[in-house]
């Protein structure tokens, strides 16, 4: 069974570096063709892609943000982690990760989120 | 950059047939998924690949796609149907994924 779990800071001042983290079970980060990535969602508001990483260590980011993310994977302890640095009220939202079905432009599984509100 | 476009809101009345669009530049050419997502829960894949239903997912849900238009339809809608759908495409041609902005259903 697939499972995904965020975690990290639920308040960050403005200019701060985000640190989040998604432990994952179920599928292993180094199997060919998993990927895994990190979407948020500003409250009331649309999905938002961010990043994605490849059981490869490839790695894809939004561009808008790309200047701001970094997106790594520690196969050994089942974790990707994102940072995204110079945080701003804007980028409070809810973060989720999420695995894509392999072979496939979809997410079949997703963590429950974790809101991260950024005020000083 | 790829933008994909939903109409903000549909409404349905129960038991109808509800259909929300999402319109892309040519977006008949590339696979289309739809998500689910009620109040307070991460989204929910109803639709994969254009027409493909997950298990679990009622057949009233199916989808369609060609040209500049891909359509989730969702037959005899029932009040747990309403919540909001996004689209979603991977835009191959920079390995990039593309949400679309939302639609709220509201079941009458």
């Known amino acids: 069974q697939i499972t995904l779990k965020e975690s990290g800071p639920t308040l960050v001042k403005p200019t701060q570096t985000l640190t989040l983290t998604c432990n994952i079970s179920g599928f292993s980060l180094s199997s060919r063709g998993v990927g895994v990535v990190w979407i948020r969602q500003p409250p009331g508001k649309a999905l938002e892609w961010l990043a994605l990483i490849y059981w490869d260590d490839d790695k894809r980011y939004s561009p808008s943000l790309q200047s701001r993310l970094t997106i790594t994977k520690d196969t050994t302890k089942n974790q990707v982690v994102l940072t995204m640095t110079n945080m701003d009220p804007v980028d409070t939202g809810t973060y989720y990760c999420?695995?894509?079905?392999?072979?496939?432009?979809?997410?079949?599984?997703w963590g429950q989120g974790t809101l991260v509100t950024v005020s000083s | 950059s790829y933008v994909l476009t939903q109409p903000p809101s549909v409404s349905v009345a129960p038991g109808k047939t509800a259909k929300i669009t999402c319109e892309g530049n040519n977006i008949g050419g590339k696979g289309v998924h739809w998500y689910q997502q009620k109040p307070g829960q991460a989204p929910v894949v109803v639709i994969y690949s254009d027409t493909d239903r997950p298990s679990g997912i009622p057949e009233r849900f199916s989808g369609s796609n060609s040209g500049n238009t891909a359509t989730l339809t969702i037959s005899r809608v029932e009040a747990g149907d309403e919540a909001d759908y996004y689209c979603q495409v991977w835009h191959s041609n920079s390995d990039l994924v593309i949400f679309g902005g939302g639609t709220k259903l509201t079941v009458l």
């Open positions: 999420a695995h894509r079905k392999t072979g496939w432009g979809m997410f079949d599984y």
